[in-house]
């Protein structure tokens, strides 16, 4: 088996490049942050191992890893990696070395800081790897420390609040999906007679329309407090405007993909004929947060909270691909999960950036910022054209797909989502407006120093892949092309429902490729 | 069958007579506490090898009865007085400081403990109501002193008398229940019991229902379940530290062994019902014992409340009846190290006497005594039931036993309430992690031998937590 235990690998460095960044002695402490960035680079080239060997055109999961851990519970070690999960290992192991290079302000207790990310890391990959579904919740519910830590210490005044309310609503999400899990476990020992919880068994089941109707609901908390799908999103503007940049980073990044990742990975497969139920639910929600995450964006004051509430909106295009059900839109929705991780992320940088020099992120105490500080602004700018959707850059191939793979299955949710893609266009260029052009009215913004060399480097892996995303897409989707289909048609093998044929999919690959 | 077996009580044997040699000692000469040290040693290592041939001899032999069918040789008894064994040695290690600054009543305090633990391993060996009341005296009365032995303290001096007035009343209530059982059943051997109950109608149900209930409640004042358990955050505050986690293990595991001795043993007939019982108990402990623990100031009783919603979670393992035993056991032993830990921690910050531990003084922990913090956070952690260490995987099984046996409401009950307890948890977290960065740096001096029991508390949780296989091995002959 090629690529043999690269997965389990892939999970265990960053846990111990944590141990050793704690093993530092405290006099050496100015090591901390640069081994930290150091070792956190460790996983890149084993995930571009990973997508590199990737076998393009298969829709199952592959370098599968499979052993027994907790014998007695019918726990295993049960990795595998497919289209959908590939390239957010591959999203995660890039932004954090970006967010410990970006994190020069964090001055104090810098080995748990590093540690911390680290160990977050380790959690996310193995969200995103796991094939059992005992290990999925493990790596689930584990990140929550890490991140509570990260906001609770390293936060802005607010932070401890913050972190609080981040750890109690996402673990009342899980605590409901821990009981559908062990309500599937025992179902599993029932039809299969052991009791198990790996995934791939999960998918043999034959569970009735109202148990498909309860374990559904039971999953779909977790995950949608974890997108966040409106009205659950309250957590989010908090954790997001308290942590420090290197969280909001992740957070946005790469936290809030569990979300999505989970609806895809479990909702879909496993329990289809009630995701058929809950379309109408999800998608009217998913409406509602596009464009009410991006109204609130546009009135807010503050920088961070705007690129905060945009999240919001981002993600609702996301779920709309999700419970669209036709062959592009989940594309589209995987796809995006990766731009939003790239440029959201970017946005968070540059926000962290501009704080760090000015102690402010209200966009009144800006404007001008231009002149004072010019590669800034041109980065911002590309930054934000990527996150609008600018054809040519990444965010385009994805809501693209989203928007024309959903208007077959749902036209009036689609076209009112629509509108969130000029609202989008309005509060990221408005802020642009008032943050760096016109004249520089308050003197504190004239001493502004521009990015640093170092600063500018953090930037260049995302910039590249935005582009690389944007020109050529053709890279993700044919990654994720086939996995995605293939739970399209586990939907439609096991309910009624038919998909409308795959129309433009080819079209707009090679159409934003050329 | 009614034999009299020697090894049966080994442990027990080994344990008195550590006992007596230690205050015989101390009556002729006068030893250091050195000397104090090596003899407790010696007998808790004899008391482990006893254990062991009890376990070879239940493997080969298979589950036997003696003293007139008075106690149980099986694993189940075994391994509580393995965990019991485990708790002892930790919680002794722990209250060290404090029962060498008792001085010349060094010898008591040991003799004390020692005493309890001979009860509780009898309680969970004992196959008969009056014997089970015998082995609950000797375990409760050596703790209603322990939590009075600093005679110093007036607080400690309350806890003391509230905990032995109450606990009286709660033995007292037990062996009415047990009167009322002999006077439906005509017996109070456990075997005995069931063996009348299968298949003979029973003349008095009303008699036997109620008989049952007392038991189970004057148990549930032992393991401090709902609404039992009101004397436990005064008793856990005013009692010296060093021993509260002791006291808190081993009342629960001696507890929790003769509930399943009793009601599986006895009644196994009719364990839909007490199994309803035991799932409302369960729920109103996890309830009751989340919401007060959330409005505590004080970690000692935000730590008695979390051990009231910890005897919930035990119980609805016990609710689904046997298929639940081996999780339950799980629980118990794990949240036995993890109590005695916390203890210790508590003792390490607030010192030995009883003078409150109120939050703030955990503020900046992590600055002041960085293995310390660590370790509380990790215990704090490992209570509230995060993966990856021992309270995750003793909820799931007691979770999964639960939803098996038909108790849906009570799993989503016990869920929602480990969301509510991450308050108070993370609570200490917080205070220690993500305040105090400022103020005083005095560094926090903490003696061995607790350092010791917290090292090994929190790997513990850890390690069984992430590897619980062996330990989940070993527990799975006891629920047969």
């Given amino acids: ?514 | 069958m009614t034999g009299v077996s020697y090894l049966a009580v080994a442990p027990e044997i080994i344990l008195t007579a550590g006992a007596v040699v230690v205050l015989m000692v101390d009556v002729f000469a006068r030893p250091s506490s050195r000397v104090h040290g090596w003899l407790v040693s010696a007998t808790y290592a004899l008391v482990a090898i006893a254990i062991g041939f009890q376990w070879r001899r239940v493997d080969l032999d298979g589950p036997g009865v003696s003293f007139g069918g008075t106690l149980l040789l099986n694993h189940l008894s075994v391994t509580v007085r393995a965990i019991l064994l485990v708790a002892t040695v930790l919680g002794t290690a722990a209250a060290w400081r404090m029962l060498v600054g008792l001085r010349r009543r060094a010898a008591e305090g040991i003799a004390l403990i020692m005493v309890a633990t001979v009860g509780f391993m009898l309680m969970g060996a004992s196959a008969d109501l009056v014997m089970t009341f015998v082995a609950l005296e000797v375990g409760s009365i050596a703790l209603y002193v322990l939590a009075g032995i600093m005679r110093s303290s007036p607080a400690g001096d309350e806890a003391a008398m509230k905990y032995f007035l109450l606990g009286a009343f709660a033995s007292a209530i037990f062996i009415y229940g047990g009167a009322l059982v002999y006077a439906a059943t005509g017996s109070t051997d456990v075997n005995e019991i069931a063996a009348r109950l299968s298949g003979v109608h029973v003349t008095r149900p009303a008699v036997l229902l109620i008989g049952v209930g007392l038991i189970v409640v004057g148990l549930g004042f032992k393991v401090t379940a709902a609404p039992f358990h009101s004397w436990a955050p005064d008793v856990y505050q005013g009692a010296p530290s060093g021993v509260v986690g002791f006291m808190a293990a081993v009342a629960k595991i001696g507890g929790f062994a003769a509930l399943i001795n009793i009601l599986t043993g006895g009644f196994e007939r009719y364990s839909g019902a007490w199994g309803d019982g035991l799932a409302l108990i369960a729920a109103a402990s996890v309830t009751l014992g989340t919401l007060l623990a959330i409005q505590q100031s004080d970690v000692r009783r935000m730590l008695a409340y979390s051990g009231v919603a910890h005897a919930g979670f035990i119980l609805t393992g016990l609710a689904a009846g046997l298929v639940g035993i081996s999780g339950v056991m799980f629980y118990v032993a794990t949240y036995s190290v993890m109590v005695v830990g916390a203890f210790a921690a508590v003792t390490a910050v607030s010192g030995q006497a009883n003078t409150g531990s109120s939050f703030e003084e955990y503020r900046g922990l992590a600055r002041r005594s960085p293995v310390v913090a660590a370790v509380l956070a990790t215990l704090m952690i490992a209570m509230s039931g995060m993966p990856l260490t021992t309270g995750f995987i003793g909820k799931f099984q007691v979770f999964t036993s639960a939803w098996e046996g038909g108790y849906e409401w009570l799993v989503i009950t016990g869920l929602l309430a480990s969301v509510a307890a991450f308050f108070f948890y993370l609570r200490l977290v917080v205070v220690m992690y993500f305040r105090g960065d400022e103020g005083a740096e005095t560094t926090l001096v903490v003696a061995r031998s607790i350092r010791w029991v917290l090292v090994v508390a929190a790997g513990a949780s850890v390690a069984l937590g992430i590897f619980p296989g062996p330990l989940l091995d070993l527990l799975n002959g006891v629920g047969v």
């Fill in chain 1, 1 to 514: 088996m090629s690529g043999f235990s690269t997965l389990t690998a892939l999970i265990l460095v960053p846990v111990a490049g944590a141990v050793i960044v704690m093993l530092i002695p405290e006099r050496r402490r100015e090591l901390v942050r640069p081994l930290g960035v150091v070792l956190s680079l460790v996983p890149v080239p084993l995930a571009g191992g990973l997508f590199l060997a990737f076998e393009r055109g298969e829709a199952g999961f592959q370098f599968v890893e499979r052993s027994v851990w907790i014998e007695r519970l019918g726990v295993g070690w049960h990795l595998g990696v497919d289209g959908i999960s590939l390239l957010l290992v591959v999203l995660t192991t890039v932004l954090v070395p970006v967010a410990l290079a970006a994190s020069g302000a964090i001055e104090h207790r810098v080995r748990l800081f590093v540690a911390m990310n680290l160990l977050l890391e380790a959690g996310l990959i193995g969200v995103f790897l796991s094939l059992d579904l005992f290990l999925f919740f493990v790596f689930f519910e584990a990140i929550l420390i890490p991140m509570a830590f990260i906001i609770g210490i390293w936060g802005s005044e607010n932070r401890i609040y913050a972190a609080v309310k981040f750890f109690l609503y996402t673990a009342l999400g899980s605590a409901l999906m821990l009981a559908g899990i062990i309500a599937l476990a025992l179902i599993h020992r029932e039809q299969l007679g052991d009791l198990s919880f790996s995934y791939l068994g999960m998918l043999d089941l034959d569970l009735g329309h109202s148990t498909q109707r309860w374990l559904f609901g039971a999953f779909v908390v977790a995950f949608a407090i974890k997108v966040p799908v409106f009205p659950l999103h309250t957590w989010l503007p908090d954790a997001h405007v308290e942590a420090p940049t290197a969280g909001s980073v992740l957070l946005a990044g790469v936290l809030l993909k569990l979300g999505t990742y989970g609806l895809l990975r479990f909702n879909l497969p496993l329990f289809p004929e009630a995701t058929l139920d809950f379309v109408p639910l999800l998608a009217t929600l998913a409406v509602v947060g596009v464009i009410y995450g991006a109204v609130v964006a546009i009135v807010q004051p503050d920088l961070k909270k705007l690129v905060a509430y945009s999240s919001v909106s981002h993600l609702g295009f996301i779920v709309l691909g999700t419970f669209a059900l036709t062959s592009q839109s989940l594309e589209g929705s995987v796809v995006q999960m990766i731009n939003h991780g790239l440029t959201t992320g970017a946005l968070f940088l540059l926000v962290g950036m501009i704080y760090e020099r000015r102690h402010t992120k209200l966009i009144a105490d800006f404007g001008g910022l231009a002149s004072s500080m010019p590669v800034f602004a041109g980065m911002f700018l590309f930054i934000a054209f990527a996150s609008i959707g600018l054809p040519g850059l990444n965010g385009f191939v994805g809501e693209f797909l989203i928007l024309v793979g959903s208007y077959p299955t749902l036209p009036v949710y689609t076209v009112l989502a629509a509108t969130g893609v000029i609202l989008a266009a309005v509060y990221l260029l408005w802020a642009y407006e008032r943050v760096f052009t016109g004249e520089i009215t308050d003197p504190a913004n004239r001493q502004v120093s521009d990015l640093s060399i170092g600063e500018t480097l953090v930037f260049v892996p995302l910039v590249a892949l935005i582009i690389v995303l944007g020109v050529y897409p053709k890279v993700a989707l044919d990654v994720i092309g086939p996995s995605t289909d293939a739970v399209l048609e586990r939907v439609e093998a096991t309910t009624g429902y038919e998909a409308p044929e795959p129309g433009g999919s080819d079209l707009v690959a090679s159409g934003s490729g050329g």
